[in-house]
């Protein structure tokens, strides 16, 4: 009896999960991603204040002096705005909760009046700093109400504590195991790999039109192909001489082929794992991703020619965005 009530549950949280990323996707393509990813840097600064202080906040049970003139400094009119509320209104929200929601209304509400403020947070809560910092967060709290720390630590000394803490510390098992492979690798240097993969993936992306049509390459996409990945045509050359049977496969054999061949060593140190993860949720890649989506809506059976150059695909690409409709 128990299994059959778990199943629909986790079926529920799936589904639930899904919903969350299509309006979270829905309303990030409405944006240049440059400006969705500078947004979410920007919201996760905030959630690393926000943090910090409500730590202090939940152990203490009012804002200590302290406290008060850096709130105020930073967050100029939440707390006179704060004694305006009603003792109903204080006793149905901490002041922590209140001054989340004042930060997601002044500071980020120009989002929400355009309609995008959804894929902020879906997209900062999965990135590892802002999973760090409430790990710290929760930490902080447990540790504290034990004994409280004289004096409390500064913002920027939390922040540092903050840095060297285990992100996948409340995720659940599978996505803990996954994201143990960002701890094999330095953060830069996972940075720079995650940032080379997109390269890969929207080149990639660019040819997959043509690789997974029976026709004869293009010269440009056949040259391209050649320098960047010497070796690789020959793989599909028997394919294209038995009428292209395995054309299908032909994207997945490039990002195959790609990745042996250039994250051969972070496969190697078992962290190809931790850029994959990097990838799936940086605005660049999912906005390459659905532009190459909207090519093969847009183009059908038809190939342009000539076919694009790589260069100015990926320059549309990243200047693509999803016009809403009248």
């Not at 299509?22 to 944006?31: L, N, T, Y």
């Not at 299908?248 to 972070?266: E, R």
């Not at 990838?279 to 532009?291: D, G, L």
């Amino acid at each position: 009896m128990k299994k059959a009530k778990l199943t629909p549950m986790r079926n529920t949280a799936v589904q639930f999960q899904r919903l969350a990323r299509d309006r979270a996707d829905e309303q990030a393509r409405r944006i240049p991603w440059q400006r969705l990813l500078d947004t979410r840097t920007q919201y996760i600064d905030w959630q690393e204040f926000y943090l910090w202080a409500r730590s202090i906040l939940e152990v203490e049970g009012q804002i200590p002096d302290w406290l008060v003139d850096i709130v105020e400094e930073r967050c100029p009119g939440f707390l006179e705005r704060d004694k305006t509320l009603t003792a109903k209104a204080v006793k149905e929200k901490p002041l922590a909760l209140r001054l989340e929601d004042w930060i997601d209304e002044y500071i980020f509400g120009f989002a929400t009046n355009e309609g995008w403020f959804n894929a902020i947070t879906y997209y900062a809560v999965r990135d590892p700093r802002y999973q760090r910092a409430e790990v710290c967060w929760s930490e902080c709290v447990e540790k504290w109400r034990r004994a409280k720390p004289i004096p409390y630590p500064s913002f920027e000394e939390w922040k540092g504590v903050a840095s060297q803490c285990d992100e996948t510390a409340h995720l659940v098992s599978p996505a803990r195991r996954a994201g143990a492979a960002s701890k094999l690798v330095d953060r830069d240097r996972l940075a720079a790999a995650a940032s080379q993969y997109m390269d890969w993936e929207a080149f990639s992306y660019w040819a997959r039109p043509v690789l997974e049509r029976p026709s004869q390459l293009p010269a440009e996409v056949a040259s391209d192909l050649q320098s960047r990945c010497p070796g690789f045509l020959r793989l599909i050359d028997s394919a294209r001489g038995h009428e292209r049977k395995a054309t299908s496969q032909g994207w997945h054999q490039l990002m195959c082929w790609i990745a042996d061949h250039f994250f051969l060593h972070a496969k190697a140190e078992g962290w190809f794992d931790a850029i994959l993860i990097q990838v799936q949720s940086h605005p660049r890649a999912i906005r390459t991703m659905e532009y190459a989506d909207h090519c093969d809506e847009m183009w059908g059976v038809h190939l342009p020619n000539p076919y694009p150059a790589f260069e100015a695909w990926r320059r549309d690409a990243d200047a693509y965005v999803e016009l809403a409709a009248d």
